[in-house]
């Protein structure tokens, strides 16, 4: 029963008012969308004081005037927005472990369940009717909006130095492109463009994202794996913004009808170099951009330093100096699959061998190795450059994804023919990689034969070290996870309560998950008799499988990370698998 049919029951019960009235409250309800506080409210038959107060002598919980209330705009950090429009819930106030929320309906535990475990805080309820939670909601929630607040434009304006910025200019012939071109050339939308890209350097974005809705245009940053609102620039300016990235990368600022991609080359004061891979996309209210930024500095090559466990490295380390087979790794966009796979090529990087990439794009160049970037306009596909790949006497091959059945074919040739092949695919778990490749149409005894390993992979959000503190999670919480009765004793959990340092997110960076799955002779006789992933897996566990949410786990018990981002990026089975 949802809290507003509980609520009418108990006021038609306590005759507060008629069923006549709670029937015709509900048809309002329907016509509405409201709650049935307001729809009760709006028709007379109640004041929404009477309903709080009502609620408040109903549950013996305190009331609560939210319209007399200072609200915390950092609270909406802690409890996210989704959360409470879940529970109708509302923080209002921290003390000592505890957190002051307002409620309408104080019996429901799975509220308590879900605050406590996503905060680490005990929850004091107070009451309040379902209509000024959602006010205040309303009110929490703008005055928590990051815009002007994270970055001011007018600011940043004046600040940014147009000239910490070198890039590459096309001409453009038209009327309307050069009256574009005159308007991206302004000082401020120079400026403003130079801020959003420099200030993205100076938060650790991977990306940026910029926006055109009917009235507004919205800057985000993705910042440990997690998008925010940045700044909202002046609806005006969003062509002239456009048209100012399309000429920093090369792109032709008179076609915005169509997708480009281009690439813009940075050095900033300092010397420093950066690279953004530009994607613009045309959508109903304007061109949608978005840059994903490729720091050469940042690249991460030494694989002790990536997040393997000791004997995971071992595994990968013995699998990719074998001097053929194919070894996998897999994972969603954005998940660190590229740097595990350039970590792995400059590791075998040496005088002795013939390396060659096919890369769409090419992220970083890497001294040694021969890179070529796929253009699929003219036929340059990661087939075809695997073909000519074989006949350029070879000893690793690295393909940026394997997508189709002639892409796999041909790296598992290349891989039974005395090569060793790197590659990507897209899928959940290792043992999944398997099934997909089966049902890509490569024979089972050619997989078996070619594959050495197969590697899953996540990035988990890292606790921030300038904040960190020690949090009480519920041991019945820990075993729902997959902690076993050994982890349990003495597990102690961490958490970011919030600071300057990670902009009061309690993330700052990010820690890889890794699964790590060699090709198993037991796995390859279940292979070849037909099995399922869930068998493979199940398979994989008993043969020693460290799986990702196992990962997860010993990042939790070491203080990394937490549980709400390992519940977060690794699937919902966990160590029970095993048992």
């Known amino acids: 029963m949802s809290s507003g049919n509980r609520l009418g029951e108990l006021l038609v019960r306590e ?7 709670l029937k015709q409250a509900q048809e309002e309800q329907k016509r509405t969308g409201k709650n ?12 929404d004081k009477e309903i709080t107060n009502f609620l408040a002598q109903e549950y013996r919980v305190p009331a609560m005037d939210l319209n007399a ?4 705009p950092e609270l909406g950090r802690v409890v996210t927005r989704e959360v409470c429009e879940k529970h109708r819930i509302i923080p209002i106030s921290r003390a000592g472990s505890s957190l002051i929320v307002a409620m309408s309906d104080p019996t429901n535990l799975h509220a308590f369940d879900d605050i406590k475990f996503l905060t680490g805080y005990n929850v004091e309820p107070v009451v309040a009717s379902e209509t000024a939670i959602s006010a205040a909601l309303d009110r929490m929630f703008a005055k928590a909006e990051p815009v002007a607040q994270q970055i001011d434009v007018d600011t940043l304006i004046g600040d940014i130095d147009a000239d910490a910025v070198e890039f590459g200019a096309d001409e453009a012939d038209s009327v309307n492109v050069l009256e574009l071109e005159k308007a991206s050339e302004d000082a401020p939308v120079v400026r403003l463009c130079n801020a959003i890209l420099l200030n993205a350097i100076k938060v ?26 940045e700044m909202s620039p002046p609806l005006r300016m969003k062509n002239a913004i456009a048209s100012r990235v399309k000429i920093m990368s090369s792109l032709d600022i008179a076609e915005r009808r169509l997708p480009q991609d281009g690439r813009i080359k940075l050095k900033v004061a300092g010397g420093k170099e950066m690279d953004f ?7 109903i209210w304007g061109e949608k951009i978005v840059l994903r930024l490729l720091d050469k500095s940042n690249l991460q090559l030494d694989m002790t330093k990536l997040g393997f466990e000791k004997g995971q ?3 990968f380390m013995k699998a990719i100096h074998n001097p053929y087979g194919m070894c996998l790794v897999t994972g969603p966009t954005g998940s660190g699959k590229t740097t595990t796979l350039y970590s792995a090529l400059a590791e075998l990087n040496k005088v002795t061998e013939n390396i060659s990439t096919a890369e769409d794009p090419v992220e970083y160049n890497l001294p040694g190795i021969n890179q070529v970037q796929m253009k699929e306009d003219i036929g340059l596909n990661f087939a075809a450059s695997l073909r000519s790949f074989l006949r350029q006497d070879p000893d690793i091959i690295m393909v940026g994804e394997i997508r189709d059945f002639e892409t796999a074919e041909i790296a598992v040739k290349a891989a039974l023919t005395g090569h060793m092949v790197l590659s990507t695919l897209h899928t959940n778990d290792a043992p999944s990689t398997i099934s997909r490749l ?27 070290k300038d904040c960190k503190t020690e949090t009480k999670v519920a041991v019945e919480t820990l075993r729902d996870v997959g902690f076993s009765e050994e982890q349990l004793q003495g597990a102690r959990m961490m958490r970011g309560v919030g600071c300057k340092t990670c902009n009061n997110t309690g993330y700052k960076g990010r820690v890889a998950l890794y699964e790590v799955m060699p090709f198993w002779d037991e796995l390859k006789e279940m292979v070849l008799q037909g099995a399922s992933s869930a068998e493979l897996k199940v398979s994989a566990i008993r043969c020693g499988l460290k799986t990702l949410r196992m990962s997860g786990i010993g990042k939790c018990l070491e203080g990394m990370t937490t549980i709400e981002e390992i519940t977060r990026v690794t699937a919902s089975d966990s160590n029970k698998s095993a048992s």
Do not use: W
């Not at 005759?15 to 009235?21: E, F, V, Y």
């Not at 209330?69 to 915390?72: A, K, P």
């Open 277 to 283: 891979r530009v994607s613009v996309l045309p959508t």
């Open 69 to 72: 209330v200072e609200l915390d």
């Open 15 to 21: 005759k507060r008012i008629s069923l006549a009235q």
């Open 204 to 229: 650790g974005a991977s990306d940026i994202h910029l926006e055109v809705y009917e009235k507004k245009m919205r800057v985000r940053y993705r910042v440990d794996g997690v998008l925010r609102e």
């Open 438 to 464: 089966l049902n890509m149409g490569i024979e089972p005894f050619m997989v078996t034969a070619a594959t050495n390993l197969v590697l899953a992979q996540r990035l988990a959000r890292r606790v921030c």
């Open 313 to 315: 490295l071992e595994l």
């Open 36 to 47: 049935i506080s307001y729809a009760l409210a709006k028709l007379g038959f109640i004041s």
